[in-house]
Structure formats: C-alpha cells, structure tokens
C-alpha cells in the first residue's frame, strides 16, 4: 500500500527536523501542559492510540467534518488504493467480510459484515462459501443480491477501464487470465468467472483453483465490495458510487469537496458494523498542508483524512499548546532505500551492504522527523503489525545497535570486497512532493560521502512514479542506484504486504514495486508455501523467514518502522487507531461528543 531540497537547503531542512524531533521527545515525555494539553476538552495526547477516546459520549447527529492535502485516487470501490479511501469507503460500500471496529491489534481481526458469518471453508482450503444477511439494501432500497457482489468483484478483471486498484482477488481466481472481465463478457448476464457461483440470491461460493490462506483477508478490501450492474458507469463510477452503506454521494467536486448524507434504506438491524452516529460528512480538500493544520488547530476541521501525520509547522503549534489532541501511532509504514540490482555496482551484494553499514541511521531518523514523529530506526523489512514481525530485535547489520551512526571501517571493507575499494558514483532517486523524503536523501548522501561514495539526488515529479521508478528500464537509464520509498501492508500478512516488493512474479515494465528485481527462488519457494499454509503459527515463521531472505541480500535499507503525529479534534467521540488501517483512526463509527 502505497502514500516528501538543494544542498544549499540540506542543513536547513535537517535542522528543521531536528528541533521538531526535541519538541516530540519533549511531549512524549510528558513536557507541556501537566494536564497534557487537554484544558480545551480533548481527551489527552494518545488517549486514542490503540485504545477507544471517549466511547460514551457519541450522539446521533451532527456533521463530522474531515479535510485533506489530497483527494483520493479514486472513490471507485474497484480502482482506490489509497489506505484513507479503504477506510472512508465503508461509509458507503458494504464486503461480506470486513475488518473489526476494534483498537489496535483487534481491528486487524476479520469480522461478518454483508454475510451472516465469517466462511465455511472446505477442507482442501479451496472453496469458501457464504450467505448473506436479511435485509441488506441499496440506496434505491433494492435488495443486495449474491450477483451484485459477484459483479462487483469482476470489475477487477476490467484492467483496461478500471486500472489502479489491488488485483489479488483476480490473481488468486483466475491464474490463468482466462476471464476478460465484465465488459467483455460474452454470457448474458454478464457474470461468466466461473470460480464464483451464485447458486440464488443469498448465496455465494468461491472455487479457488489453489488454495490461498489469505483469501479471507482480500475478500475484506474495498475491492470485493458489490456493484449493481445498470448502476455502473465504468470509468466514471468513482464520481457517484451507488451506495451499499449507511452513507451516500450528495455532491462531490473532486480535489475541492465531498458531502456524504444518510442512506435512509440503510438498516441497522442488518450492519453489525456500523453505528452510523452523524448526519452528514463532508471532506474539504486544500493545496496546502499547513492551512489543513491551522484549519484543525482552529476547530474548523475534526480529522485528516490523509492520516499521514501534521506537518512540521502544524506540529510545533499542536505539541505547545494542544498536545491533548494528539496522538502517535505505528502506522505500519517501513521507509527506506533499495537498490536496484540492474545498476552497477548494485548487482553486487557487498557493494549494497556497504551502504548499509556506511549510513548514519540516526540521522535518516532525525530527518524523518525524529523517534516520535518519523518513528523507531528500521532494522529490518517486515512491518510490526504482520505476523511473524520481529522489531528491532532481529537487526542483522546493527542499525540501530553499534552501527547506528554508521561503520565507516566496514563499509569501505565491504567497498573493497565488492571490487569498489575507492568508491564510485551512483544516483539517489527521489519523491519532489515529499520534503521528508527529500531530507532523507540529502542525509543519505552526506553519510556516503564519508565512504567515498558520491551520490547526486535527482528530484522527480512524485505524481509520475508508476512510469519513473516503476519503469526498470527507466530506473537503469537514469543510473538510480537508490530509490527512495515506503511500503505498508495492504492487509496485515506477509502475502499482503511482501509479495508486490519481493516476488519475482511481480517484475513489472510499468508500475513495478520490486524495484531491487530480486528473482530469489528461494522467496518464490516461501511465498508459495506461505499460500499453502492454513495455521497461524506456521504462517509467522514462514513470514519470518522471508524477510530474513531479504535482509540478507541486503536489497534494502530501512530507515524507520514509521509512527505519526495525528490531529483528533475535540469534538469527536468513540475514536480509536486500529491496526487494520495501518495505525489510522479508524473512521466508520466515529461520532461527536455534541450535535450543536
């Protein structure tokens, strides 16, 4: 799941970070207001973070208003991507499964949502059978029927027309490529993938031709959500999505404003789920961070639905004087460079772990906005929410032990291991709408130049990254020997959040995000077996053993296990991070403390 200057502003942005990363320490060790800056009626600085702020205390009614830096990618049940759109679109679209409305570890959990429960699964793991609920409607008040959700789960065959979502469901039913999707389908109903059945109205089965662990877990994105056929618009869906939840589309501008209003066909009686406390929603989008910020500090906005944290600006001001408002969250986010292995002398292992060992890992920290704002130093490459995870405890290369400011001694024996004993140049790709990002270039390239490794930063346009460092071809032309990212969990396994990364099955010539080109029989041999495995326990060692794969071929190096500074506004009630959305609020039953 995918989510930021000059050398003469190198110092100036690392300082920035830095004074920012004082006053978080400060906070988090309990520095302001003894009350925690709660004298405005908040709750308390993370009295939401992985457990619930004021349960009690949500009323019906009211408008909960959220704002945003950015629009979603698209409010397409089938096309969005982005981890605020997964979480926001339940207000208007239903799954047979979704996650928990639970804190933190919980939320993560698989729960009944359209379906009466969680699968009956066959033996052999290849068949998943469902019923659906009485009473689920569309906003028309027609009823939710087995060939809705089948529908809406072939328009991820639709590529063609519908690009930019997850695909897993199509990958995991038809391996072959032999359905052509919705649009192209030559029965005449239009519902001819053969792996779901839909023997009547409230039943569904899904006939996997090989069993796949973690079927339940895609059945839970936005993706498997149901789509009525003569409600389609195909491209333009995203504009108007015909509403399976509590909520609908009054009025969308896109990149300016969103009005969700109730769904008056909705039942209560038949969403375990949903509380659907307020009367309205809107969304306000602004070109500008900061103003979104002082808007929040204001009292004009309750959320960020972006949920990637307050600006640096935003939060000095918050942690001075409205600290009680924050919280400070694991996203679930690893940040970090990899090596592209078509970029000499990155085909090299010991060249990739000179790097590793070279770099000031506190200080990529410190530029990231320190151990609060920007997170733990990173050690490894598996998120602390997926199974098999370790933390810091398995940290092959040191970093944030004894190598945690950086081995110049063992960095250049690697240097002269691989071939490269006085160095050599290489190119930092990097985000240009990413000042974080940018900063965390720029303390990269300080701490190679101690080895004799000199590495020019190329700023590219952030929103083209799918066809610049998506494109190997591109990658190798333009000599990015490091590319700056960061990677979260699409749903918390190692299948969910590796497999796009890692799989050599997964080398793309656009949109690629293996983007080391690691072809690693023995990661393919993992992740196959990993598909195979139907017990927790055996699926966290082979987790564990992926990512010990990969640390090993030093394709990465990771910078930090990411946390956030998040605005919760005074009004709301019933708040709570959850695990399941990658340590954001979780937004489908968020209510306000007063209607007025």
């Avoid at 959700?149 to 930019?164: F, H, M, P, T």
Wanted: a neutral charge; proline letters at 5%; charged letters at 25%.
């Amino acid at each position: 799941m995918t989510t930021q200057r000059t050398s003469g502003r190198r110092k100036q942005a690392l300082a920035a970070a830095a004074v920012v990363a004082a006053l978080l320490t400060t906070a988090a060790c309990g520095g302001g207001d003894s009350d925690g800056g709660s004298k405005n009626g908040a709750a308390g600085f993370d009295a939401a973070n992985n457990k619930v702020a004021q349960a009690s205390q949500a009323k019906k009614g009211g408008t909960l208003k959220f704002g945003g830096a950015q629009d979603a990618d698209s409010w397409d049940t089938t096309r969005g991507y982005y981890g605020f759109m997964w979480n926001f679109s339940r207000y208007y679209s239903r799954q047979l499964v979704t996650n928990k409305t639970e804190p933190g570890a919980a939320g993560a959990e698989i729960t009944p949502d359209l379906a009466t429960s969680t699968a009956e699964v066959s033996d052999d793991g290849k068949t998943y059978k469902y019923t659906l609920r009485d009473g689920i409607t569309w906003e028309d008040g027609k009823p939710i029927t087995s060939q809705d959700i089948k529908y809406g789960i072939e328009r991820v065959w639709a590529q063609d027309v519908l690009s930019g979502g997850p695909t897993y469901l199509k990958e995991v039913l038809d391996p072959k490529g032999e359905y052509e999707g919705p649009y192209k389908d030559k029965s005449k109903d239009k519902l001819g993938l053969k792996a779901i059945e839909t023997p009547d109205d409230k039943t569904i089965v899904f006939k996997l031709p090989k069993a796949n662990s973690d079927f339940e877990e895609m059945l839970a994105l936005t993706s498997a959500s149901p789509v009525r056929q003569d409600k389609d618009t195909k491209s333009k869906y995203g504009l108007h999505p015909f509403s399976s939840g509590p909520y609908k589309f009054e009025s969308y501008t896109p990149g300016k404003e969103l009005t969700l209003v109730r769904n008056t066909e909705w039942k209560q009686d038949s969403d375990p789920v949903r509380k659907a406390y307020p009367d309205k929603i809107t969304i306000e989008f602004f070109s500008d961070a900061n103003q979104l910020d002082q808007r929040l500090i204001n009292g004009d906005i309750d959320i960020d639905i972006n949920q990637t944290g307050m600006s640096p600006q935003g939060r000095t001001t918050a942690l001075k004087e409205y600290k009680g408002n924050l919280d400070n969250p694991v996203s679930g986010y690893i940040r970090y460079a990899v090596f592209p292995q078509s970029v000499a002398p990155f085909d090299k292992l010991e060249c990739r772990k000179a790097v590793i060992l070279g770099a000031d890992h506190v200080s990529l920290q410190t530029a990231r906005g320190g151990p609060i704002a920007g997170g733990d130093i990173g050690t490894n490459m598996l998120p602390p929410s997926v199974p098999g995870a370790e933390g810091q405890k398995y940290d092959p290369y040191k970093i944030a032990g004894d190598n945690k400011k950086g081995n110049v001694e063992e960095a250049k024996a690697a240097l002269k291991a691989c071939g490269q004993p006085n160095g050599f140049k290489t190119t930092i790709a990097v985000r240009n709408n990413k000042p974080v990002e940018v900063a965390t270039a720029q303390s990269l390239q300080a701490s190679l130049k101690k080895i004799g490794i000199t590495a020019e930063i190329d700023q590219y346009d952030g929103s083209q990254t799918a066809g610049i460092i998506g494109s190997p071809s591109n990658v190798k032309k333009k000599n990015y020997g490091i590319i700056i990212m960061g990677w979260g969990p699409d749903f918390p396994s190692v299948q969910g959040y590796g497999l796009p990364l890692w799989d050599s099955d997964y080398i793309l010539e656009s949109g690629n995000n293996n983007y080391a080109l690691i072809k690693d029989k023995e990661i393919d041999g993992l992740f196959d077996d990993y598909v195979d495995t139907l017990d927790d326990a055996g699926k966290a060692k082979i987790a564990t053993e992926i990512n010990h794969k990969v640390m090993e071929g030093a394709y990465y190096l990771p910078f930090t296990f990411e946390k956030f500074v998040n605005w919760r506004s005074s009004r709301l009630a019933n708040v709570y991070t959850s695990d399941g959305y990658s340590g954001m609020y979780d937004f489908v039953n968020l209510g306000l403390k007063s209607t007025k």
